[in-house]
C-alpha cells in the first residue's frame, strides 16, 4: 500500500498559477491511478483530476483547460498544474491512489486564492 504525502499549497492571488505535487512511497506506484480531489469549507469533497496507469487524464469542468494533471513513475510522483486561479479554487486538496478498488489518501494541502 502507497502513502501519500502532498505539498505546494499556498496562498495565490487570483489569475496566478500554483503546483502541487504529490510524494508516494511503498510498491507498485506505476500500477495506481492517481488523483487530486479538493474540499472547500462547508462543501463535500469533489474531484478535480485523475491520471490512470496508463496516462489517460479526466478533469471536473470547473478545471478543464485551466488544471494539468501529470504523474511520473521513476520519481513516484503526481503533479497538478494549476493555473488562471480563482478564489472558487480555495480548499484543501487531497492526493488520492486507487488500486483494486482501495483508496489511499494524503493529509491535504491548503490552496487559498485571493481577490
Known amino acids: 500500500q502507497v502513502q501519500l504525502v502532498e505539498s505546494g499549497g499556498d496562498l495565490v492571488q487570483a489569475g496566478g498559477s500554483l503546483t502541487l505535487s504529490c510524494a508516494a512511497s511503498?510498491?507498485?506506484?506505476?500500477?495506481?491511478?492517481m488523483g487530486w480531489y479538493r474540499q472547500a469549507p462547508g462543501k463535500q469533497r469533489e474531484l478535480v483530476a485523475t491520471i490512470t496507469s496508463s496516462f489517460s487524464t479526466n478533469y471536473a469542468s470547473a478545471v478543464k483547460d485551466r488544471f494539468t494533471i501529470s504523474r511520473n513513475n521513476a520519481k513516484r510522483m503526481t503533479y497538478l498544474q494549476m493555473n488562471s486561479l480563482n478564489p472558487e479554487d480555495t480548499a484543501v486538496y487531497y492526493c488520492n491512489a486507487k488500486l483494486n478498488g482501495r483508496d489511499t489518501w494524503g493529509q491535504g494541502t491548503q490552496v487559498t486564492v485571493s481577490s
Open positions: 511503498g510498491n507498485f506506484f506505476s500500477l495506481y491511478a
